[in-house]
């Protein structure tokens, strides 16, 4: 046997692992993995193989046939997962900007018809080729920061049959390019046009019409966006619970615009992540990591309040000292986020929720893969798992957050090839 893919001389080479680990990075764990020095990553058949330091390598398995990328010195890591974005929509929301410029707030917009209803219209009126080409399109970009691994959610048709459309264009979007594309059912975003004032209602015919119609086996996921103008905690655990009796592994965007209690419902139901989570207070939180034992990951979304010019950032750095994993993301969308860059976010984690550097890289590599249900296959650098890693153009942990809105990629590898 020899190696397929080498690369060697790794200056920091971070491999995200910790002895005796069975769930998500918490506490002091989320900061306290393997760093190798002067290290290197084998790979064969689009798996890892072995890693170490230098001076362990098997030289007799570099062969004339093993590629080989010198890292010289540069830091190398597992592929970026990006674990909550809106990957599929059609048109854009540019002409609201002024109108947040002007003082009007999410909220506003959205009960004026816009905001998420806006999307919905363009979305409808798409073909299912103009959607997927736009899904292409934003996944090369994904690609270009060193995304291997997206979660892509639905919410932008809010009907069985635009919603079912969403799945199949996510799907078809991940079997054209290399980044693996998970795909979530996020029908639950805010109540459909044709169920104005009727949440429950509309929460019922999700329930009956679309949710017999999606296999939990190729959408792992149900998700409910839990806020004012959306879903209230009561019909967001009725919902939760139906999709659970349904073989679906569930997932809440809640507490990103007031405090609800929707984060300690949703982890109460055994919910793999709880998302926004911006006004989730540090005592819920440190209840959360408790009740389900450090497995519900709290995944943070930085670039949201940047982008809606609000001062209420998750109080990451508590979410940790209390034992709660955190993920970090973009939340990738028309309206909230319309940033591709989680290096950027990542940074954010850092100046604005208090998170270290090497806490926010497991953010986004490891605990990302846990809350999208992915931490077998990517995440971390070890024997067994899929061959995704990137080379950046830095040579220590240290500078990935310094340098503010950099991209620091310099090669990516997806299944042991370069892309």
């Not at 830091?75 to 997962?81: A, D, E, K, W």
């Not at 809105?405 to 590898?413: A, D, F």
Request: proline share 6%; with cysteine.
């Amino acid at each position: 046997m020899a190696y397929s893919l080498l690369i060697r001389n790794c200056g920091h080479l971070l491999t995200l692992t910790v002895s005796d680990a069975n769930g998500p990075l918490a506490g002091p764990a989320q900061s306290n993995w393997r760093i190798i020095p002067d290290g290197y990553v084998a790979c064969e058949q689009g798996q890892i193989v072995a890693v170490g330091p230098m001076p362990e390598l098997d030289q007799a398995l570099v062969t004339a046939a093993t590629e080989v990328i010198e890292a010289a010195g540069r830091v190398v890591l597992p592929g970026l997962v990006e674990c909550h974005t809106h990957l599929v929509f059609g048109g854009n929301r540019a002409h609201e900007f002024h109108r947040k410029l002007q003082g009007e707030t999410y909220l506003d917009i959205l009960a004026s018809g816009g905001g998420i209803l806006s999307t919905v219209r363009a979305t409808r009126a798409a073909t299912d080729e103009e959607l997927l080409q736009q899904a292409l399109r934003h996944l090369v970009d994904f690609r270009h920061y060193g995304v291997t691994t997206l979660e892509a959610k639905t919410g932008y048709g809010l009907d069985t049959d635009t919603e079912l459309r969403l799945l199949r264009v996510a799907q078809e979007a991940g079997r054209r390019q290399p980044v693996r594309v998970v795909p979530s059912f996020l029908g639950a975003h805010v109540p459909g046009p044709e169920f104005r004032g009727q949440p429950r209602e509309y929460l019922q015919m999700l329930v009956q019409d679309v949710l017999p119609r999606i296999s939990p086996t190729e959408v792992p996921f149900v998700d409910i966006f839990c806020e004012e103008g959306a879903f209230s905690v009561a019909d967001s655990r009725w919902y939760l619970e139906q999709a659970r009796e349904l073989g679906f592994r569930l997932k809440i965007h809640a507490e990103q615009l007031h405090d609800l209690g929707g984060c300690e419902m949703a982890a109460e139901l055994g919910a793999v992540s709880i998302d926004h989570a911006d006004y989730l207070a540090p005592a819920a939180a440190a209840r959360i990591a408790a009740r389900t034992n450090g497995r519900t990951v709290a995944v943070l979304l930085p670039l949201v309040p940047l982008f809606l010019r609000q001062e209420q950032y998750a109080p990451g750095r508590a979410f940790i000292d209390a034992g709660l994993p955190v993920a970090i993301s973009t939340d990738f969308n028309p309206g909230s986020c319309p940033s591709k860059n989680l290096w950027l976010a990542l940074q954010l984690a850092c100046l604005k929720m208090g998170l270290t550097p090497a806490e926010a890289v497991a953010a986004v590599t490891l605990n990302a893969a846990w809350s999208i249900g992915q931490e077998r296959e990517c995440g971390s650098l070890e024997p067994g798992k899929r061959a995704d890693l990137l080379v950046l153009d830095v040579p220590t942990l240290e500078e990935i957050p310094y340098w503010l809105g950099e991209n620091p990629v310099r090669e990516v590898i997806i299944g042991g090839q370069r892309i």
